[in-house]
């Protein structure tokens, strides 16, 4: 039993260690794996509330951080969750099974290679769970969906991070970097947070180069708002017959779901079947799945979410280059763009002015932020308070032509 005057004492005083009898205690941290203390916690974008708090703001706050979709949930959806409220008292089936049989029938693939998790996030812990461990190495952009190089970290792997100068995925670097370390290459299409998309050749191209050598996972989150020409469609690959290709997809995006967490994965069925016994009981809850099932039914909400998301894009062009600033096109519902000035400013301005944006020293790009598409009114609210931004001098912006970073 620890002592109890000497454990306030312990909290008052983090210098004094416990004494309980035999038992003296250097450090607590001593007990976790030492590869762990070097994991880099993720930032998540600020919440609305958190931001009200912190600054003391009283007036409207857009948040345009996290690729939310602000079109909301659709009505189906909400009335499935009250319907489906009075359920709660009961553990959620954990065989994900009426879902699992919708996605089996919508993508026409067997129910044994779909992996149903608590947001795409879990199915890739679960993956680096799986496959990555110490010696391994793992292939990722730079920048990419942070959570890859925390994988790394949390499974003490190497991570291989590959820049490229217009902050796209360079597959061609990726596949010569694959070695016979590689477990995981991460392909986030679109990437996340710079926008940038590989066209279905090019992935084509890709698989072929890296030639059955390492799993591959595309990371198609924000695929339902692609318009590019040459499509991918990781799940249509798979089924073509490439097995070390792992497809995910989420709820939060195009159903405007994030709240409720709900995403999957599309695999081989063996590996599908380790990452079912490794994950965590009950992970899916019951809203989240009545939620979804209802939400894909409403494929006209759907559609009017992807137009927003497409329209904007239009808008949020059209004004960067009014104010010269530098964006990359994109195929996700964000926008990265270069302010070619540290945009601590920008952002802190911002943030007093009511909009919230994920700025780039996140990840790692200190010049650069990444902006999510909005509604029309969303964006035009931003891009006010940007330009009032830019006029009181945030950020220094340079006169001059603004630049297009084609993806
Ligand atoms: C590329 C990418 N993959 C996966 C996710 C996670 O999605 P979920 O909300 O389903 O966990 C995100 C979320 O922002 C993302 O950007």
């Known amino acids: 039993m620890l002592d109890r005057t000497l454990h306030s004492a312990k909290i008052a005083n983090p210098s004094l260690q416990y004494a309980t009898g035999a038992l003296l205690m250097a450090d607590i941290t001593d007990f976790i794996h030492p590869h762990l203390k ?21 007036g409207e706050i857009v948040k345009l951080a996290s690729n939310e979709n602000s079109l909301g949930p659709s009505p189906f959806a ?27 029938e919508y993508h026409d693939i067997p129910i044994e290679t779909i992996v149903v998790g608590n947001g795409a996030v879990e199915v890739i812990y679960l993956l680096a769970q799986a496959c990555l461990g110490p010696g391994d190495e793992s292939i990722m952009g730079q920048p990419a969906f942070m959570i890859y190089e925390i994988m790394c970290q949390m499974n003490d792997c190497t991570k291989i991070g590959i820049g490229h100068p217009d902050y796209k995925n360079d597959l061609r670097k990726f596949a010569e970097n694959v070695t016979d370390r590689t477990k995981i290459v991460w392909v986030d299409n679109p990437n996340n947070p710079t926008g940038s998309y590989e066209s279905r050749s090019s992935v084509k191209q890709f698989i072929n180069d890296v030639d059955g050598r390492s799993l591959i996972v595309l990371d198609e989150a924000y695929q339902q708002f692609v318009d590019h020409d040459d499509v991918c469609d990781g799940i ?37 079947q380790m990452l079912e016994t490794l994950r965590i009981q009950f992970s899916v809850n019951s809203l989240a799945q009545a939620a979804v099932l209802a939400a894909l039914k409403d494929k006209e909400h759907m559609e009017k979410a992807r137009r927003m998301v497409i329209d ?41 002015e009511g909009v919230i944006i994920r700025p780039g020293w996140i990840f790692g790009s200190p010049t650069c932020a990444r902006v999510s598409i909005g509604s029309q009114y969303e964006n035009e609210f931003f891009i006010e308070k940007l330009i009032k931004a830019l006029e009181n001098g945030a950020g220094k912006r340079k006169a001059g032509k603004s630049k297009v970073v084609t993806s």
């Open 38 to 58: 070097k994991v880099r916690p993720y930032v998540p974008g600020k919440p609305i509330g958190e931001v009200r708090r912190e600054l003391g703001l009283e």
């Open 78 to 104: 909400i009335d499935a969750i009250i319907e489906e409220a009075k359920n709660i008292w009961l553990y959620p089936e954990d065989s994900v099974f009426y879902l699992k049989n919708a996605l089996a």
């Open 236 to 272: 249509e690959l798979f089924k073509s017959g490439v097995e070390n290709l792992i497809t995910l997809r989420t709820f939060s995006k195009i159903l405007g779901l994030a709240g409720i967490r709900c995403g999957y994965g599309i695999m081989h069925p063996d590996l599908a």
């Open 312 to 352: 904007g894009r239009k808008y949020l062009y059209g004004e960067f280059e009014k104010l010269g600033l530098k964006y990359n096109e994109t195929q996700g519902n964000f926008i990265w763009v270069d302010f070619t000035h540290d945009t601590r400013q920008v952002n802190e301005y911002l943030l007093r």
